[in-house]
């Protein structure tokens, strides 16, 4: 059974930084996909930013140009650098990834990391 464990949540005051890691329990594995998707109280869950295994990636509007996500293969670990953090960045933070094989999608979700941005 995968499990992804974030790490790196925590309290920062705005305009800080924080960098999440997301790694797998199985690094046999090849994802596919690897993204971090937040939820604040109240709202959906939304896509922060995605990596697609050659590398290509992309972000929600709120946060290009702050916000860069890396995978390290080798570890199947996904990273979130957060800069310029916001008081409305404040969410739980999901780790998720998925493979396919024998054209079967497998996807994984981590249990959240809370970021809260506040003075």
């Known amino acids: 059974q995968v499990q992804l464990v974030e790490s790196g949540g925590g309290l920062v005051q705005p305009g800080g930084s924080l960098n999440l890691s997301c790694a797998a329990s199985k690094i046999t594995i090849s994802f596919d996909t690897m993204a971090w998707y937040r939820q604040a109280p109240g709202k959906e869950r939304e896509l922060v930013g995605i990596?697609?295994?050659?590398?290509?990636?992309n972000y929600a509007d709120s946060v290009k140009g702050r916000f860069t996500i890396t995978r390290d293969n080798a570890k199947n670990t996904v990273y979130l650098q957060m800069n310029s953090l916001k008081p409305e960045d404040t969410a739980v933070y999901y780790c998720?990834?998925?493979?396919?094989?024998?054209?079967?999608?497998?996807?994984?979700w981590g249990q959240g990391t809370q970021v809260t941005v506040s003075s």
């Open positions: 990596i697609y295994s050659g590398a290509n990636t």
């Open positions: 998720y990834a998925d493979y396919k094989t024998w054209g079967q999608l497998y996807s994984y």
